[in-house]
Protein backbone atom coordinates (compact mmCIF):
# COMPACT_ATOMS: atom_id res chain seq x y z
CA UNK A 1 0.00 0.00 0.00
CA UNK A 2 2.73 2.50 0.84
CA UNK A 3 4.96 1.37 -1.80
CA UNK A 4 2.00 2.07 -4.27
CA UNK A 5 1.58 5.80 -2.81
CA UNK A 6 5.02 6.26 -3.09
CA UNK A 7 4.78 5.54 -6.84
CA UNK A 8 1.86 7.56 -7.77
CA UNK A 9 3.59 10.59 -5.79
CA UNK A 10 6.69 9.77 -7.79
CA UNK A 11 4.06 10.36 -11.03
CA UNK A 12 2.90 13.48 -9.91
CA UNK A 13 6.24 15.06 -9.85
CA UNK A 14 7.26 13.53 -12.87
CA UNK A 15 3.90 15.05 -14.74
CA UNK A 16 4.36 18.21 -12.59
CA UNK A 17 7.90 18.65 -14.53
CA UNK A 18 6.80 17.63 -17.59
CA UNK A 19 4.59 20.32 -17.96
CA UNK A 20 6.22 23.17 -16.24
CA UNK A 21 8.97 23.09 -18.93
CA UNK A 22 7.40 25.90 -20.44
CA UNK A 23 7.27 28.27 -17.23
CA UNK A 24 10.08 30.31 -17.03
CA UNK A 25 13.60 28.79 -15.86
CA UNK A 26 13.72 30.07 -12.48
CA UNK A 27 9.83 29.45 -11.82
CA UNK A 28 10.86 25.88 -13.08
CA UNK A 29 13.77 25.34 -10.72
CA UNK A 30 12.27 26.12 -7.75
CA UNK A 31 9.36 23.92 -8.50
CA UNK A 32 11.91 21.24 -8.52
CA UNK A 33 13.30 22.04 -5.56
CA UNK A 34 10.01 22.06 -3.63
CA UNK A 35 8.86 18.84 -4.54
CA UNK A 36 12.16 17.00 -4.42
CA UNK A 37 11.97 17.86 -0.64
CA UNK A 38 7.91 16.87 -0.20
CA UNK A 39 9.35 13.60 -2.16
CA UNK A 40 11.96 13.10 0.59
CA UNK A 41 9.90 13.28 3.77
CA UNK A 42 7.29 11.12 1.90
CA UNK A 43 10.06 8.71 1.19
CA UNK A 44 11.04 8.98 5.04
CA UNK A 45 7.42 7.90 5.99
CA UNK A 46 6.57 5.37 4.16
CA UNK A 47 9.82 3.54 5.98
CA UNK A 48 9.06 4.64 9.32
CA UNK A 49 5.11 2.79 8.01
CA UNK A 50 6.46 -0.24 7.19
CA UNK A 51 9.09 -0.84 9.84
CA UNK A 52 6.23 -0.24 12.45
CA UNK A 53 4.01 -2.60 9.88
CA UNK A 54 7.06 -5.17 9.70
CA UNK A 55 7.48 -5.64 13.20
CA UNK A 56 4.04 -6.20 13.94
CA UNK A 57 3.52 -9.47 11.42
CA UNK A 58 6.90 -10.54 11.66
CA UNK A 59 7.53 -14.15 10.13
CA UNK A 60 9.97 -16.13 12.13
CA UNK A 61 12.71 -17.66 10.20
CA UNK A 62 12.66 -21.00 9.10
CA UNK A 63 15.00 -23.29 10.37
CA UNK A 64 16.76 -25.29 7.71
CA UNK A 65 16.71 -28.88 7.40
CA UNK A 66 20.74 -30.27 8.28
CA UNK A 67 21.32 -32.63 5.74
CA UNK A 68 22.17 -36.52 7.04
CA UNK A 69 25.69 -37.96 5.65
CA UNK A 70 26.03 -41.40 5.73
CA UNK A 71 29.21 -43.07 7.56
CA UNK A 72 30.57 -45.98 7.21
CA UNK A 73 33.85 -45.90 9.52
CA UNK A 74 35.20 -49.30 10.24
CA UNK A 75 34.64 -49.67 13.68
CA UNK A 76 34.83 -48.07 16.05
CA UNK A 77 33.95 -44.64 14.55
CA UNK A 78 36.31 -41.90 14.72
CA UNK A 79 35.73 -38.38 16.56
CA UNK A 80 35.05 -35.15 13.82
CA UNK A 81 38.27 -33.83 13.86
CA UNK A 82 39.94 -37.64 12.78
CA UNK A 83 37.80 -37.97 9.99
CA UNK A 84 40.54 -37.81 6.67
CA UNK A 85 39.54 -38.42 3.16
CA UNK A 86 39.72 -41.82 1.62
CA UNK A 87 41.24 -43.14 -1.21
CA UNK A 88 39.18 -43.46 -4.46
CA UNK A 89 37.52 -47.05 -4.18
CA UNK A 90 37.50 -46.81 0.62
CA UNK A 91 33.61 -45.75 1.40
CA UNK A 92 34.01 -45.75 5.10
CA UNK A 93 31.52 -49.01 6.08
CA UNK A 94 29.81 -48.37 8.53
CA UNK A 95 28.15 -46.78 10.72
CA UNK A 96 26.43 -44.36 11.46
CA UNK A 97 24.38 -41.11 10.35
CA UNK A 98 25.38 -37.79 12.19
CA UNK A 99 23.74 -34.89 12.35
CA UNK A 100 20.28 -33.43 13.27
CA UNK A 101 17.15 -33.73 11.49
CA UNK A 102 13.92 -35.61 11.02
CA UNK A 103 13.80 -38.93 12.98
CA UNK A 104 14.34 -41.28 11.68
CA UNK A 105 15.76 -40.58 8.59
CA UNK A 106 16.60 -43.61 6.55
CA UNK A 107 19.43 -44.02 3.99
CA UNK A 108 20.25 -46.65 1.68
CA UNK A 109 23.35 -47.69 -0.32
CA UNK A 110 23.51 -50.61 -2.43
CA UNK A 111 26.99 -52.93 -3.69
CA UNK A 112 26.83 -55.35 -6.16
CA UNK A 113 29.55 -57.32 -8.75
CA UNK A 114 29.21 -59.77 -11.52
CA UNK A 115 32.22 -62.20 -11.97
CA UNK A 116 33.88 -64.70 -14.34
CA UNK A 117 36.34 -67.36 -13.77
CA UNK A 118 38.41 -69.86 -15.78
CA UNK A 119 40.61 -72.22 -14.03
CA UNK A 120 42.14 -75.97 -14.46
CA UNK A 121 40.63 -77.18 -11.61
CA UNK A 122 39.00 -80.09 -12.87
CA UNK A 123 35.64 -81.65 -11.01
CA UNK A 124 34.60 -78.55 -9.35
CA UNK A 125 31.35 -76.98 -9.97
CA UNK A 126 31.17 -73.39 -10.02
CA UNK A 127 35.29 -72.87 -10.64
CA UNK A 128 34.68 -71.75 -14.51
CA UNK A 129 32.00 -69.83 -16.22
CA UNK A 130 29.91 -66.11 -15.28
CA UNK A 131 28.63 -65.78 -11.28
CA UNK A 132 26.50 -62.93 -10.21
CA UNK A 133 28.17 -61.85 -7.08
CA UNK A 134 26.23 -60.42 -4.03
CA UNK A 135 23.51 -57.62 -3.97
CA UNK A 136 24.44 -55.87 -0.77
CA UNK A 137 22.16 -52.96 0.45
CA UNK A 138 23.69 -50.85 3.40
CA UNK A 139 21.05 -49.42 5.40
CA UNK A 140 21.15 -46.21 8.13
CA UNK A 141 18.83 -43.79 9.88
CA UNK A 142 19.22 -41.56 13.15
CA UNK A 143 16.43 -42.44 15.83
CA UNK A 144 17.69 -39.23 17.92
CA UNK A 145 20.79 -37.03 18.30
CA UNK A 146 23.18 -39.78 19.85
CA UNK A 147 20.92 -42.72 18.65
CA UNK A 148 21.79 -44.98 15.03
CA UNK A 149 20.88 -47.99 13.31
CA UNK A 150 22.96 -49.37 10.78
CA UNK A 151 21.89 -52.93 8.54
CA UNK A 152 23.80 -54.65 5.90
CA UNK A 153 21.59 -56.78 3.63
CA UNK A 154 23.06 -59.59 1.42
CA UNK A 155 21.09 -61.75 -1.29
CA UNK A 156 23.28 -64.21 -2.93
CA UNK A 157 22.87 -67.07 -5.87
CA UNK A 158 22.91 -70.43 -4.75
CA UNK A 159 22.15 -73.02 -7.48
CA UNK A 160 18.43 -73.54 -6.94
CA UNK A 161 17.31 -69.86 -5.70
CA UNK A 162 19.48 -66.60 -3.96
CA UNK A 163 19.92 -66.66 -0.23
CA UNK A 164 19.03 -63.20 2.19
CA UNK A 165 21.54 -63.14 4.61
CA UNK A 166 21.37 -60.43 7.40
CA UNK A 167 25.44 -59.48 7.61
CA UNK A 168 25.20 -56.73 9.94
CA UNK A 169 21.88 -55.27 12.13
CA UNK A 170 23.25 -52.89 14.66
CA UNK A 171 21.63 -50.11 17.63
CA UNK A 172 24.62 -47.73 18.51
CA UNK A 173 24.47 -45.06 21.07
CA UNK A 174 27.06 -42.71 21.11
CA UNK A 175 27.61 -40.96 24.64
CA UNK A 176 30.66 -39.55 23.03
CA UNK A 177 34.21 -39.85 21.23
CA UNK A 178 35.38 -41.73 23.90
CA UNK A 179 32.55 -44.17 24.71
CA UNK A 180 30.35 -45.77 22.39
CA UNK A 181 28.16 -48.64 23.24
CA UNK A 182 26.41 -51.44 20.83
CA UNK A 183 23.92 -54.04 20.44
CA UNK A 184 23.55 -56.59 17.49
CA UNK A 185 25.71 -58.54 14.38
CA UNK A 186 28.99 -57.58 13.86
CA UNK A 187 31.81 -58.18 11.73
CA UNK A 188 33.86 -59.53 14.63
CA UNK A 189 36.73 -57.04 14.93
CA UNK A 190 39.74 -59.89 15.29
CA UNK A 191 40.88 -58.97 12.32
CA UNK A 192 41.67 -55.42 9.93
CA UNK A 193 40.09 -56.83 6.81
CA UNK A 194 36.97 -57.98 8.25
CA UNK A 195 36.02 -54.79 10.09
CA UNK A 196 37.45 -52.10 7.05
CA UNK A 197 36.34 -54.20 3.68
CA UNK A 198 32.53 -55.67 3.73
CA UNK A 199 30.25 -57.34 1.30
CA UNK A 200 30.54 -54.59 -1.35
CA UNK A 201 33.44 -55.77 -3.27
CA UNK A 202 33.98 -52.33 -4.53
CA UNK A 203 35.05 -51.09 -1.39
CA UNK A 204 38.70 -53.17 -1.70
CA UNK A 205 41.03 -53.33 -3.98
CA UNK A 206 40.77 -56.93 -5.05
CA UNK A 207 38.18 -59.21 -6.16
CA UNK A 208 38.13 -61.45 -3.06
CA UNK A 209 39.56 -60.89 0.23
CA UNK A 210 42.05 -63.39 1.59
CA UNK A 211 41.16 -66.45 2.31
CA UNK A 212 41.42 -66.20 6.27
CA UNK A 213 38.85 -63.77 6.40
CA UNK A 214 37.04 -65.58 3.41
CA UNK A 215 33.01 -65.06 4.36
CA UNK A 216 32.12 -68.15 4.64
CA UNK A 217 35.28 -69.37 6.20
CA UNK A 218 36.14 -71.37 9.01
CA UNK A 219 39.32 -70.15 10.43
CA UNK A 220 38.33 -66.80 11.93
CA UNK A 221 34.53 -66.25 13.21
CA UNK A 222 33.63 -64.04 10.80
CA UNK A 223 30.38 -62.61 12.52
CA UNK A 224 29.74 -61.99 16.34
CA UNK A 225 26.14 -61.04 17.85
CA UNK A 226 25.89 -59.10 21.62
CA UNK A 227 27.40 -56.28 22.24
CA UNK A 228 30.40 -53.68 21.80
CA UNK A 229 31.82 -50.92 23.27
CA UNK A 230 33.82 -48.85 21.79
CA UNK A 231 35.89 -45.47 21.22
CA UNK A 232 39.24 -43.49 21.14
CA UNK A 233 41.34 -43.31 23.96
CA UNK A 234 42.87 -40.12 24.85
CA UNK A 235 46.50 -40.26 23.23
CA UNK A 236 47.14 -37.31 21.95
CA UNK A 237 48.67 -37.79 18.23
CA UNK A 238 49.31 -41.34 18.68
CA UNK A 239 45.37 -42.29 17.85
CA UNK A 240 44.32 -44.92 20.14
CA UNK A 241 41.13 -46.69 19.74
CA UNK A 242 39.70 -49.60 21.50
CA UNK A 243 36.82 -52.35 21.02
CA UNK A 244 35.56 -54.41 23.84
CA UNK A 245 32.40 -57.05 23.25
CA UNK A 246 31.14 -59.85 24.74
CA UNK A 247 28.55 -61.95 22.73
CA UNK A 248 27.95 -65.62 21.51
CA UNK A 249 30.48 -67.97 19.97
CA UNK A 250 30.93 -70.05 17.18
CA UNK A 251 27.86 -72.23 16.07
CA UNK A 252 27.97 -75.94 15.94
CA UNK A 253 29.10 -75.07 12.60
CA UNK A 254 31.80 -73.07 13.30
CA UNK A 255 31.35 -70.70 10.00
CA UNK A 256 28.28 -69.51 11.56
CA UNK A 257 28.15 -67.13 14.52
CA UNK A 258 25.23 -67.66 17.19
CA UNK A 259 22.73 -66.25 15.80
CA UNK A 260 19.79 -67.82 17.59
CA UNK A 261 22.01 -68.10 20.80
CA UNK A 262 24.98 -69.90 22.32
CA UNK A 263 24.87 -73.44 21.93
CA UNK A 264 27.08 -74.19 25.24
CA UNK A 265 26.39 -71.21 27.39
CA UNK A 266 29.28 -69.82 26.80
CA UNK A 267 29.88 -65.79 26.27
CA UNK A 268 32.76 -65.16 24.21
CA UNK A 269 34.56 -62.39 23.96
CA UNK A 270 36.88 -59.51 21.44
CA UNK A 271 39.12 -56.83 22.70
CA UNK A 272 40.56 -54.89 19.84
CA UNK A 273 43.23 -51.66 20.13
CA UNK A 274 44.73 -50.21 17.16
CA UNK A 275 46.42 -46.54 16.76
CA UNK A 276 46.03 -43.94 13.42
CA UNK A 277 48.70 -41.76 14.13
CA UNK A 278 47.79 -38.28 12.67
CA UNK A 279 50.74 -37.23 11.32
CA UNK A 280 50.43 -40.83 8.99
CA UNK A 281 47.55 -40.71 7.00
CA UNK A 282 46.30 -43.95 5.95
CA UNK A 283 48.77 -45.95 8.64
CA UNK A 284 46.91 -48.03 11.11
CA UNK A 285 48.63 -50.67 13.39
CA UNK A 286 46.72 -53.00 15.97
CA UNK A 287 46.17 -56.33 17.44
CA UNK A 288 43.06 -58.25 18.75
CA UNK A 289 42.74 -61.17 21.10
CA UNK A 290 39.19 -63.57 20.62
CA UNK A 291 38.10 -66.27 23.01
CA UNK A 292 35.62 -68.78 23.33
CA UNK A 293 34.47 -72.31 23.77
CA UNK A 294 33.77 -74.20 21.27
CA UNK A 295 31.44 -77.32 19.96
CA UNK A 296 31.47 -77.73 17.39
CA UNK A 297 29.22 -81.03 15.70
CA UNK A 298 27.59 -81.64 11.70
CA UNK A 299 23.88 -82.32 12.61
CA UNK A 300 23.95 -83.79 8.82
CA UNK A 301 26.31 -86.64 9.57
CA UNK A 302 26.01 -87.09 13.48
CA UNK A 303 30.00 -86.07 13.99
CA UNK A 304 30.22 -84.72 17.44
CA UNK A 305 33.53 -82.72 17.64
CA UNK A 306 35.43 -82.41 20.81
CA UNK A 307 35.18 -79.47 23.11
CA UNK A 308 37.93 -76.81 23.00
CA UNK A 309 39.15 -73.43 24.24
CA UNK A 310 39.92 -71.32 21.65
CA UNK A 311 42.19 -68.31 22.07
CA UNK A 312 42.80 -66.21 18.59
CA UNK A 313 45.78 -63.36 18.46
CA UNK A 314 45.92 -61.27 15.62
CA UNK A 315 47.96 -58.30 14.89
CA UNK A 316 47.80 -55.97 11.70
CA UNK A 317 49.68 -53.19 9.84
CA UNK A 318 47.89 -50.90 6.95
CA UNK A 319 48.74 -48.53 4.72
CA UNK A 320 46.02 -47.39 2.76
CA UNK A 321 47.54 -43.99 1.18
CA UNK A 322 47.29 -46.25 -2.20
CA UNK A 323 50.87 -44.42 -3.45
CA UNK A 324 51.58 -47.23 -2.15
CA UNK A 325 49.43 -49.47 -0.30
CA UNK A 326 50.17 -52.24 1.82
CA UNK A 327 48.20 -54.24 3.73
CA UNK A 328 49.67 -57.25 6.06
CA UNK A 329 47.63 -59.54 9.04
CA UNK A 330 48.84 -62.28 11.07
CA UNK A 331 46.29 -64.59 13.03
CA UNK A 332 47.02 -67.79 15.50
CA UNK A 333 44.14 -70.08 15.89
CA UNK A 334 45.45 -71.56 19.54
CA UNK A 335 42.52 -74.74 20.48
CA UNK A 336 42.96 -76.90 23.59
CA UNK A 337 40.88 -79.86 23.85
CA UNK A 338 39.18 -79.85 26.86
CA UNK A 339 39.54 -83.33 27.51
CA UNK A 340 43.34 -84.44 26.53
CA UNK A 341 44.42 -80.63 27.38
CA UNK A 342 46.11 -81.39 23.90
CA UNK A 343 47.12 -78.22 22.23
CA UNK A 344 47.24 -77.25 18.38
CA UNK A 345 47.96 -73.86 16.97
CA UNK A 346 47.33 -73.02 13.28
CA UNK A 347 48.62 -69.53 11.62
CA UNK A 348 47.48 -67.68 8.82
CA UNK A 349 48.80 -64.61 6.98
CA UNK A 350 48.70 -62.48 4.13
CA UNK A 351 50.69 -59.63 3.19
CA UNK A 352 49.17 -57.46 -0.22
CA UNK A 353 50.62 -54.24 -1.76
CA UNK A 354 49.34 -52.10 -4.43
CA UNK A 355 50.00 -48.95 -6.24
CA UNK A 356 47.62 -46.37 -7.80
CA UNK A 357 49.32 -44.88 -11.08
CA UNK A 358 49.28 -41.27 -11.79
CA UNK A 359 47.63 -41.56 -15.16
CA UNK A 360 44.49 -40.79 -16.31
CA UNK A 361 42.98 -39.36 -13.32
CA UNK A 362 44.78 -42.24 -11.00
CA UNK A 363 42.33 -44.79 -11.99
CA UNK A 364 44.57 -48.25 -12.92
CA UNK A 365 45.59 -49.75 -9.55
CA UNK A 366 48.24 -52.63 -10.09
CA UNK A 367 48.51 -54.98 -7.09
CA UNK A 368 50.23 -58.33 -5.31
CA UNK A 369 48.73 -60.67 -2.69
CA UNK A 370 50.49 -63.63 -1.21
CA UNK A 371 48.96 -65.80 1.11
CA UNK A 372 49.10 -68.57 3.41
CA UNK A 373 47.35 -71.03 5.73
CA UNK A 374 48.30 -73.95 8.07
CA UNK A 375 46.66 -76.29 9.84
CA UNK A 376 48.83 -78.90 11.72
CA UNK A 377 47.80 -82.41 11.89
CA UNK A 378 45.57 -84.06 14.19
CA UNK A 379 44.06 -80.80 14.66
CA UNK A 380 40.79 -81.65 16.56
CA UNK A 381 38.09 -79.03 14.75
CA UNK A 382 39.33 -77.85 12.03
CA UNK A 383 39.57 -81.57 10.40
CA UNK A 384 35.92 -82.08 11.05
CA UNK A 385 33.94 -82.97 7.98
CA UNK A 386 32.02 -80.15 7.42
CA UNK A 387 34.20 -77.63 9.45
CA UNK A 388 37.52 -78.44 7.98
CA UNK A 389 39.84 -75.84 6.70
CA UNK A 390 42.56 -76.25 3.76
CA UNK A 391 46.13 -75.35 4.35
CA UNK A 392 46.87 -73.06 1.36
CA UNK A 393 49.87 -71.17 -0.30
CA UNK A 394 48.70 -69.04 -3.31
CA UNK A 395 49.47 -65.85 -4.74
CA UNK A 396 47.46 -63.06 -6.65
CA UNK A 397 48.63 -60.63 -8.96
CA UNK A 398 45.96 -58.11 -10.48
CA UNK A 399 45.04 -54.95 -11.93
CA UNK A 400 41.79 -52.27 -10.74
CA UNK A 401 40.74 -50.12 -12.88
CA UNK A 402 38.31 -47.32 -12.05
CA UNK A 403 35.48 -46.63 -14.92
CA UNK A 404 34.15 -43.74 -12.69
CA UNK A 405 34.21 -42.71 -9.07
CA UNK A 406 31.67 -45.71 -8.09
CA UNK A 407 32.37 -48.37 -10.69
CA UNK A 408 35.77 -50.76 -10.68
CA UNK A 409 36.83 -53.32 -13.52
CA UNK A 410 39.13 -56.09 -12.17
CA UNK A 411 41.50 -58.97 -13.35
CA UNK A 412 43.45 -61.59 -11.84
CA UNK A 413 45.69 -64.08 -12.36
CA UNK A 414 45.80 -66.60 -9.24
CA UNK A 415 48.42 -70.05 -8.68
CA UNK A 416 47.21 -71.54 -5.66
CA UNK A 417 48.27 -75.01 -3.92
CA UNK A 418 46.15 -76.69 -1.17
CA UNK A 419 48.40 -79.65 0.29
CA UNK A 420 51.78 -80.42 -0.16
CA UNK A 421 52.37 -83.30 -3.15
CA UNK A 422 49.01 -81.67 -4.86
CA UNK A 423 49.34 -79.61 -7.96
CA UNK A 424 48.81 -76.30 -8.15
CA UNK A 425 45.87 -74.38 -9.76
CA UNK A 426 45.58 -71.67 -11.79
CA UNK A 427 42.93 -69.48 -12.39
CA UNK A 428 42.03 -66.36 -14.58
CA UNK A 429 39.32 -64.00 -12.41
CA UNK A 430 37.40 -60.71 -14.19
CA UNK A 431 34.90 -58.51 -12.10
CA UNK A 432 33.13 -55.51 -12.71
CA UNK A 433 31.96 -53.80 -9.15
CA UNK A 434 30.21 -50.70 -8.09
CA UNK A 435 28.09 -49.09 -5.76
CA UNK A 436 25.26 -47.15 -6.42
Not at 28 to 54: D, H, N, P
Not at 96 to 120: M, V
Not at 149 to 157: L, V
Not at 175 to 192: E, L, M, Q, V
Amino acid sequence: MFRLLFLLCLCAVTTAIATGQTAPEKDQSETIRILLERMEKLEKRVAELEAKQGAQVAIPPVEPKTSIAMQSDPVPALSNTQQAQKPKNHAEHTLLPRGEGNYPNLQIRGFTDIDFAATDQKGVRGSSGFRLGQLVLHLTSPLSKKISYFGEFSFTARPDSFALEVERSIIRYDYNDYFKISFGRYHTPSSYWNTAYHHGLWLQTTIDRPEMVQFGGRLLPIHFVGFMAEGIIPSGGVGLNYNVGVGNGRGSIISRGGDAGDINNNRAWVVNLFARPARLYGFQVGGSLFGDKVSPGVAPTGVIGPNARELITSAHIVWTKEQPEFLAEFANVRHRNIATTQIFNSQAFYVQVGYRLPWQENRWKPYYRFEHIHVPAGEPLFHLPGNTVSNLLGSTIGIRFDISDYAAFKTEYRNTRREAGQPRINGLFIQTSFTF
